[in-house]
């Protein structure tokens, strides 16, 4: 038991570091992105310079709960699970600003559905993810409690 809480530990601190330097090339990425801007491609390129700021705060979100792993060798708790949440709350929010950024050259309608569906995916995913996690807190406190 304590050798599989070792290796879940160490992983997640890898984890942990490889999510940090993502983060790291995601801002990277988004200052310099756009140097060159044409009038007509501006309100795409606000776009994708927001999508690399949310990416790289998902990933220290990511970062984050790896690093909780890391230190306490449990996955199932309730920090987790709001982190988790955050991270779909963050994906929501990159599909409105993208859509309100589409809506300003084509309509609202038009831009809501145009807008990068990707991230309602991604907010549907991570939400449940987060129940999962949810679940195995309470699972895990039973299992507790029955020791």
């Known amino acids: 038991m304590e050798k599989n809480i070792l290796i879940i530990k160490r992983s997640s ?26 009038m007509e ?16 705060a998902v990933l220290v979100a990511a970062a984050l709960i790896f690093f909780r792993i890391f230190r306490s ?6 920090g987790n699970e ?8 963050l994906f929501a929010v990159d599909f409105m600003v993208q859509a309100l950024l589409k809506a300003k050259d084509i309509g609202f309608l038009k831009g809501m559905l145009l807008a990068g569906n990707e991230s309602v995916f991604f907010v549907a ?3 449940v993810i987060a129940e999962i ?7 895990q406190v039973e299992s507790d ?3």
């Open 125 to 127: 995913f991570f939400l």
């Open 73 to 78: 060798g449990r996955p199932f708790t309730r």
């Open 82 to 89: 709001w982190a988790v949440r955050g991270i779909a709350g």
């Open 13 to 38: 601190l890898v984890i942990s570091i490889l999510a940090l330097l993502g983060a790291a090339f995601c801002v990277i990425g988004g200052v310099s992105t756009g140097k060159i801007i044409v």
């Open 145 to 147: 409690e029955t020791l």
């Open 41 to 56: 491609m501006q309100n795409y390129m606000y776009a994708m310079k927001f999508g690399y700021y949310i990416y790289a």
């Open 133 to 139: 996690l949810r679940y195995g807190k309470l699972l």
